[in-house]
């Protein structure tokens, strides 16, 4: 496991974007699959994109797809993820998640993929 920590996170105005990012706290030799989630109130927490490291095959929610970016630097092992168009829906609190291993890319989407989650980081999208 590895101790994660995001940042980025704030109020944006409807049609706005964010850019969040997730790093481990220390350095470490260690690679990860690393994905982003959030969770709404009232809602399930899913999984809104996912990057596997061995070859940085990306995977976005359909919610996701054509406004999120996600996008990694090898030599800090961190991830981000450029929130584009962001409207209400997007309001959630985002959490990165990280796991060993290469999985399939259909399997990226799960919480049983990782093994390490950050705090979390609140988005609100608001005017």
């Known amino acids: 496991q590895v101790h994660l920590v995001e940042s980025g996170g704030g109020l944006v105005q409807p049609g706005g974007s964010l850019r969040l990012s997730c790093a481990p706290s220390?350095?470490?030799?260690?690679?990860?699959?690393m994905a982003w989630f959030r969770q709404a109130p009232g809602k399930e927490r899913e999984c809104v994109a996912a990057?596997?490291?061995?070859?940085?095959?990306?995977w976005y929610a359909a919610s996701a797809k054509n406004r999120f970016v996600v996008s990694r630097d090898k030599g800090k092992a961190t991830i981000y993820l450029q929130m584009n168009r962001l409207t209400s829906e997007d309001t959630a609190v985002y959490y990165c998640?990280?796991?060993?291993?290469?999985?399939?890319?259909?399997?990226?989407?799960?919480?049983?993929?990782?093994?390490?989650w950050g705090q979390g980081t609140q988005v609100t999208v608001s005017s």
């Open positions: 998640a990280a796991g060993a291993g290469s999985p399939i890319t259909s399997l990226l989407k799960y919480e049983s993929t990782y093994d390490s």
């Open positions: 220390e350095p470490t030799a260690s690679t990860y699959n």
């Open positions: 990057i596997r490291w061995s070859d940085g095959h990306p």
